[in-house]
């Protein structure tokens, strides 16, 4: 395969020649397989979707230009799926399983283009909302961090020369691939690519999923992003995320109803998917809570995704819980994601060998780990914690708890709200980097 010259592209970059999103599929597999299930059961519900700088010190609208923001927002939204990429999504198996993509999804999906959004600057930051249908805004999430962060790279490299941008690269290489050499020691572990949301650019996490797919062979079991999945022969991986429970959440009555809602998604997903896609992610209103209330019937789902709790912490509660439920933990799984990196996962792979089998989603570690590579005065390259996350549903607000008070969003008084029906036993604050 011919290799990209990443730092001749960056420096002869034009944005007619090189747009940051390329393709639809350029997302991650999550939100295709949640479409399916909001297109088909919630076709109706309107959501808007919001960007949030979790590093308020850092000035998204004084480093990024608003013209090239719109313009890149506005390429977007011309993109349609590619005939190619709807028989791939037809014809192709995940999971394990062929035909995953109902017919008269993918009918539907064939027409779908990402609606409008609104884009405007506020005390430093940028403010940008997306407002309609819940199954036409989940479509915005991941492009737009992804052209927010790309956008932030190409700002902060514009003042370097070819040969600056070659050594930037040529450290940023090297840095990886220690990584890599690291995590050859350990043949079974399992890793995948999860890096697409805050990566330095499409081009950088491309490199990074040929190294990892060559550099640890077997061990690097896929990507969560579609068109590299498509592109480069590998899995496409991804199971749900916090936006299904916040939304359903924000549609209920009273405090029976909220308190019930995350096991309604449970049933809702189950009604589509079945095997390694019946994956619990139990942190959205804390973990603490999900478990104490849990139905029997979850314990018989194939595992868990631990997101906002420190990963060994979180790892112990959910086996403690299947043990309790008469589970054996070695036949089930656990997926780490949660900001890690090479000494994270080596530790929680030690620490939970044999006990139980492991997965590890590695994001903005792997695709936007820049540190010590550029000279000092580009600060800029430093990855921050983007996220584009549901703010409201049907006109009411959405709430995220999380295991990590850090992490959490919503309207103030909503949150409180919640922390009465949920509880918010075992919540940890702990400083977000990514």
């Known amino acids: 395969m011919t290799k990209t010259d990443i730092a001749r592209r960056v420096y002869n970059h034009t944005w007619k020649l090189d747009p940051i999103c390329r393709s639809l599929l350029d997302t991650d597999f999550y939100k295709l397989l949640m479409l399916q299930m909001i297109w088909g059961l919630y076709p109706h519900v309107d ?48 999971y394990g399983r062929k035909q995953i993509f109902q017919p008269e999804f993918l009918a539907w999906l064939a027409d779908f283009r990402l609606p409008e959004y609104e884009l405007s600057r506020r005390d430093g930051q940028l403010e940008l909302h997306f407002h ?136 809702d997903w189950q009604s589509y998917y079945g095997g390694n896609l019946l994956i619990v992610l139990p942190d959205t209103f804390g973990t603490e809570s999900f478990l104490q209330a849990a139905p029997e019937w979850v314990a018989d789902w194939t595992g868990f995704r631990p997101d906002s709790a420190p990963p060994v912490e979180g790892g112990e509660r959910i086996i403690a819980w299947w043990k309790k439920h008469g589970r054996d933990p070695r036949e089930k799984l656990l997926i780490f994601s949660d900001a890690l990196d090479v000494d994270t996962i080596e530790r929680t792979y030690k620490h939970f060998k044999g006990r139980v089998r492991m997965a590890f989603g590695w994001g903005t570690n792997l695709t936007n780990d820049f540190e010590g590579c550029a000279p000092e005065e580009i600060a800029r390259l430093k990855a921050i914690s983007l996220v584009c996350k549901v703010s409201e549903a049907n006109g009411r607000p959405a709430v995220k708890l999380s295991d990590n008070p850090e992490k959490a969003t919503g309207d103030p008084a909503e949150i409180q709200r919640y922390l009465r029906v949920f509880g918010g036993h075992n919540r940890v604050r702990q400083p977000v980097a990514v």
């Open 47 to 94: 959501a808007t979707f919001s960007l949030t700088n979790r590093n308020r010190n850092v000035h998204l609208a004084a480093e990024i230009d608003e013209g090239e923001l719109r313009e890149q927002l506005d390429h977007a939204r011309s993109i349609r799926f590619a005939k190619k990429e709807m028989i791939w999504l037809a014809g192709n198996s995940f």
């Open 132 to 267: 309609g249908r819940w199954m036409e805004t989940t479509m915005w999430e991941i492009p737009a961090l992804a052209i927010v962060n790309e956008l932030r790279s190409r700002a902060a490299m514009r003042s370097l020369g070819p040969f600056a941008l070659d050594v930037l690269y040529a450290r940023a290489k090297a840095k990886v691939w220690e990584k890599v050499e690291r995590l050859k020691k350990y043949p079974e572990i399992r890793i995948s690519d999860f890096g697409t949301r805050r990566r330095h650019s499409f081009l950088w996490q491309r490199w990074c999923v040929e190294a990892l797919k060559e550099g640890i062979g077997e061990a690097f079991t896929g990507t969560s992003n579609v068109l590299l999945a498509m592109d480069t022969d590998l899995e496409a991986l991804g199971t749900n995320a916090h936006e299904l429970p916040m939304v359903l959440a924000a549609l209920t009555d009273k405090d029976e109803e909220l308190k019930a809602s995350p096991y309604q998604v449970l049933r």
